[in-house]
């Protein structure tokens, strides 16, 4: 039998608005497809999530129509199956064990996990236990609320601490909040996540900026045992070519923010013309360009990105491009930009390019990607979008002076303790590696949460031993 | 959460409104901003505070009415409160005795050069000020700076109020009659250039105050990117308050055409 795919909504409606594009499993799509499991006796999906999700348990519960078993199941070890079940990269789907097979695909692993979410979410009652809650009579803080920090500390108040999430901007979320787009990730299914987490007992306060509102002291002195640093990677990074400070040029992060954090986006078509032009160029290479494209179609603009590899090394998911390009968007591949163009009054007007394609210089196999010589043209645009990955944000790294920093602006932290190099203070996510992708974030948001538990033990009994 | 307590109408489309902020007020220091979203539906906007009173847990800030968001943060009432206020940002003022300190406003800029200047004057400094308009109606809170100045001058363009001309001309006379030691700049990008210029002693130490344009308030959205020597920086990260020797002015003069004001 073969794999199952997701319903998609048809392209002429997706550009109309800002509606979900993939639409997930129908009821028996899902049975189908969970029939198709073979559920090996030594599972490699669950090898290949870096969770750890029984998957084959919770596809066994979806076989027998059982929605909200299955969603438990998932939530044992992941607290945000409706946003891996959309934007995971699904590594168990690599590691499934019927890649193997000639002409056989895995199974869809990622749109199971979706359909339990959307299935069983409206069922699940929480589950605050005031008891549980707390048992250790600890404080811990967990600063900043993206995908890291709601791990954490979803974890950590299962273990019997009392967590208090600081958050910056208005809304939790992180850049599920500010950065992915509606089409991708409908707010709502976030907005449950987090009501699940809350309903924990966890306590978020936003608008609440560590390092300026309170500093990380400041929390020590208001009882936090341990502080985690999950603040992510999202500091923009400036491209190093001649026209980059132009007006039209701007940052992926900005694009981003305006048009997620509007109100609402239909009004957007209206309130950007004057912000951004109509034909858009966006350098960058992941999934963040890709979604500053696709939301430039969406607003009736001319999308182009530019990418100095090829397709297959885009960061993200090929269905993800697949869509892009169905939108309209267009892929200048084996491009690299040299200089953006101005026109008279310092407005951008166009991007100088080179084409690239790869050499074998010394002929020992290393090909690498080097520009053609005399290729250059122009690709015109009256806007830019720089997409290119974020770094760490160094606000809080300014008001702590002890906190060691990696080369690169990362924190540093000691390998596989997630401990930085100020005692009680945890680091994990997009701050420490600003490559990862979700569920590498939601794994080191795990791993840390263990950590902290850890440490707090020990502080117990070595507290208990001195009285 | 973050009640607004009193409001007055200070000048034309010119409010002053007094805001709950029990946190922010401990920590905020001149120089300081905040970023204030009226509603759920606004963008959130950067305001410098330029008043703190800690007994009443309070900050004061003084905005123009010249978009929707500021619009509708004008149209709130007393007992009425805002949807988020995130704050102290940036960084403050550093303030000490310098001795004669030169404090130049241009309309709406005085706002943030107001607390500046009232600390400035109650560290023992000897403030003049200079204020600047295109006409008397767009002159911004000039009672209040004369209060915190030992010198004040307005200039405005039409003369209808002060001396007729530009701020920069009135910069000769002032040092030819005494030494100074800082300078303090805020207003739009090109008054501030106009005045960075025509400074006749080269040496002083400048300071320059530019409002940020920032979504977020603390370095993620890239708006407010400038050039500081070699590296880039934010200016809700390390202003508004900057040194204008350091800064490339090449590069945050485009990059004020940028920006949506
Ligand atoms: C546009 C875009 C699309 C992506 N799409 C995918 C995808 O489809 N699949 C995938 O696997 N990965 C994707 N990623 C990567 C993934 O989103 C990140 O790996 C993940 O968000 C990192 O999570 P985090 O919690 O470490 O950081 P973030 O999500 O950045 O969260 C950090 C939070 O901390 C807050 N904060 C920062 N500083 C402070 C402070 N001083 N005080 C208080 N709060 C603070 C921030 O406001 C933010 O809310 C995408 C990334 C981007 C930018």
């Not at chain 1, 951004?276 to 603009?301: H, N, Q």
């Not at chain 2, 200070?10 to 409104?17: A, T």
Request: with cysteine.
């Amino acid at each position: 039998m073969k794999r199952i795919i997701e319903n998609i909504e048809p392209v002429l409606k997706r550009l109309k608005s800002f509606c979900e594009v993939v639409l997930g499993f129908k009821k028996n799509q899902a049975v189908l497809e969970a029939q198709r499991c073979p559920q090996c006796s030594h599972p490699k999906c669950i090898e290949g999530c870096p969770l750890g999700v029984d998957i084959p348990g919770f596809i066994r519960a979806l076989r027998e129509k059982n929605n909200l078993k299955a969603l438990h199941r998932i939530r044992e070890q992941n607290g945000l199956a409706g946003i891996c079940g959309r934007l995971c990269s699904a590594p168990c789907e690599k590691a499934c064990i019927l890649n193997e097979e000639e002409g056989v695909d895995p199974i869809n692993i990622k749109a199971l996990e979706r359909f339990s979410f959307d299935q069983g979410q409206s069922k699940i009652k929480q589950i605050f236990n005031a008891e549980s809650a707390n048992r250790n009579n600890r404080k811990v803080a967990v600063v900043g609320s993206g995908p890291t920090g709601l791990t954490a500390a979803s974890i950590l108040v299962e273990a019997g601490y009392e967590i208090t999430i600081f958050e910056a901007l208005h809304l939790p979320g992180g850049i599920l909040r500010y950065g992915i787009p509606e089409f991708r990730l409908p707010e709502k299914a976030l907005d449950i996540e987090i009501e699940y987490i809350t309903s924990l007992g966890i306590e978020i306060k936003t608008n609440c900026l560590i390092g300026k509102t309170y500093t990380i002291f400041d929390l020590m002195d208001m009882g936090y045992e341990a502080v985690l640093l999950a603040i992510g990677a999202s500091a923009p990074q400036m491209l190093d070519i001649p026209g980059a400070q132009l007006k039209g040029v701007h940052f992926a992060q900005e694009f981003l923010m305006r048009t997620n954090l509007a109100g609402e986006q239909q009004s957007l078509k209206t309130e950007m013309p004057d912000l951004f032009g109509k034909e858009i160029a966006v350098i960058g290479s992941g999934t963040m360009a890709l979604d500053c494209a696709r939301i430039a179609v969406r607003l009736d603009k001319q999308a182009t990105i530019i990418h100095s590899q090829t397709e297959d090394d885009i960061e993200a998911t090929g269905e993800e491009c697949n869509h892009a390009k169905e939108e309209g968007v267009k892929l200048e591949v084996l491009t690299s930009p040299v200089e953006i163009l101005s026109d008279e009054n310092d407005c951008v007007k166009g991007i100088r390019c080179v084409r690239m394609d790869f050499v074998d210089k010394d002929g020992k196999g290393l090909w690498k990607v080097v520009p053609v010589k005399n290729s250059e043209f122009a690709v015109e645009a009256d806007t830019v979008i720089l997409a290119d990955k974020g770094a760490s944000n160094s606000l809080i790294i300014r008001e702590m002076k002890d906190l060691k920093i990696n080369k690169d602006g990362s924190i540093w932290i000691k390998k596989n303790e997630y401990m930085t190099s100020v005692d009680g203070v945890f680091a994990a996510g997009g701050v420490v590696n600003q490559s990862l992708n979700l569920i590498e974030a939601l794994c080191q948001g795990k791993e840390a949460a263990q950590k902290i538990d850890l440490y707090l033990q020990k502080k117990n009994q070595n507290e208990e031993k001195n009285i | 959460m973050h009640k607004i307590v009193s409001k007055q109408i200070i000048g034309e489309n010119l409010k002053r409104i007094e805001i709950v902020a029990p946190v922010i007020c401990k920590k905020a220091q001149p120089g300081h901003f905040v970023m204030i979203a009226p509603d759920d539906k606004s963008a959130r906007i950067a305001l410098a505070i330029v008043e703190i009173n800690l007994s009443k847990e309070t900050i004061t800030l003084i905005f123009k009415e010249d978009d929707s968001s500021t619009k509708k943060l004008g149209s709130l009432w007393i007992g009425d409160s805002v949807f988020a206020l995130l704050g102290p940002l940036g960084r403050p003022s550093e303030i000490k005795e310098f001795g004669n300190v030169l404090c130049i406003g241009y309309e709406t800029g005085v706002v943030s050069l107001l607390p500046i200047c009232r600390a400035l004057h109650k560290s023992s400094n000897k403030v003049i000020s200079v204020l600047g308009a295109k006409t008397k109606r767009n002159l911004c809170l000039e009672p209040q700076i004369h209060l915190c100045s030992q010198e004040a001058y307005v200039m405005s363009e039409d003369g209808s109020i002060g001396k007729r001309g530009y701020i920069s001309d009135s910069l000769e006379k002032i040092f030819s009659e005494q030494k100074i030691d800082r300078i303090y700049v805020a207003g739009p990008f090109s008054v501030i250039q106009d005045v960075l210029i025509s400074v006749p002693e080269r040496k002083v130490p400048k300071k320059i105050l530019i409002n940020p344009m920032t979504i977020d308030g603390f370095g993620i959205c890239g708006c407010d990117l400038i050039k500081i020597k070699d590296r880039y920086a934010s200016i809700s990260v390390e202003g508004p308050e900057l040194d204008a020797d350091q800064i490339d002015f090449s590069f945050l003069k485009t990059k004020m055409k940028n920006s949506r004001k």
